[in-house]
């Protein structure tokens, strides 16, 4: 398999522009994550699906943010509109049976 | 609720010393606890784990184990390499396997020829 998949692998953009994040989890995994890291902040949990549903969100910082997972195989995190400080590095993860696997991240720089 | 506490870092030692990155957790029940590493310019990797009181985790040399008794997971490594650099963070499932880890702030490990 090919491990968890996002894209962009950087994003460059301008305040008030939307970003949309995308991610492919592994074949066969039942829960998908949406992380945030920041030198500041740290790893910070976004939301987390299993099945495909949501089931925490507690960790989306403002409306700005929504996750989507319309199928077991692809998930969307878009910020409409993007500030200057949602700048970070987005990870996705998927996992089955306790083992969490990350993809390489996506490099979000809001100008 | 559970949590997981790190020691702050930076940790910067010499090829070969003796690594130990202190990690203690709150839970209910019996959760799962684990060590992941994060390269530079990448995303978090499992390292190691255990799943039950007394249980030895193990991996490229590293160990952990499971102590119930002071509710710690300890990183160790008998001697560290250059390529050891990275960060470490400590995590925990909770026994009712929401699915959801918690993970520890990271400990930023550099290791100097």
């Known amino acids: 398999d090919a491990g968890v998949i996002q894209s962009p692998r950087h994003e460059v953009t301008e305040m008030g522009q939307e970003v949309t994040l995308r991610c492919k989890p592994i074949?066969?995994?039942?829960?998908l994550f949406w992380y945030r890291q920041t030198m500041m902040r740290g790893l910070e949990l976004l939301i987390y699906?299993?099945?495909?549903?949501?089931?925490?969100d507690s960790g989306m910082p403002e409306d700005r943010f929504s996750a989507k997972m319309p199928n077991a195989s692809f998930s969307t995190l878009k910020i409409q509109p993007s500030e200057p400080r949602d700048s970070a590095v987005y990870f996705c993860?998927?996992?089955?049976?306790?083992?969490?696997?990350f993809g390489s991240g996506t490099q979000l720089s809001v100008l | 609720g559970n949590s997981v506490t790190q020691m702050e870092g930076p940790v910067t030692l010499s090829e070969e010393a003796f690594l130990t990155i202190n990690c203690t957790y709150t839970?209910?029940?019996?959760?799962?606890l684990f060590w992941y590493v994060q390269y530079p310019g990448e995303g978090l990797q499992l390292l190691l784990k255990?799943?039950?009181?007394?249980d030895k985790g193990s991996n490229k040399g590293f160990e952990a184990t499971y102590r119930k008794e002071t509710t710690s997971f300890h990183l160790e490594k008998g001697s560290v390499q250059v390529s050891d650099s990275a960060v470490y963070f400590c995590?925990?499932?909770?026994?009712?396997?929401?699915?959801?880890?918690?993970f520890g702030q990271g400990t930023t490990l550099q290791v100097k020829p």
């Open positions: 993860a998927s996992s089955s049976f306790e083992k969490l696997f």
């Open positions: 255990a799943t039950k009181a007394d």
């Open positions: 074949s066969g995994h039942d829960y």
């Open positions: 995590a925990l499932l909770g026994s009712s396997n929401t699915g959801k880890l918690i």
């Open positions: 839970a209910t029940g019996y959760p799962s």
């Open positions: 699906f299993n099945n495909n549903v949501p089931i925490d």
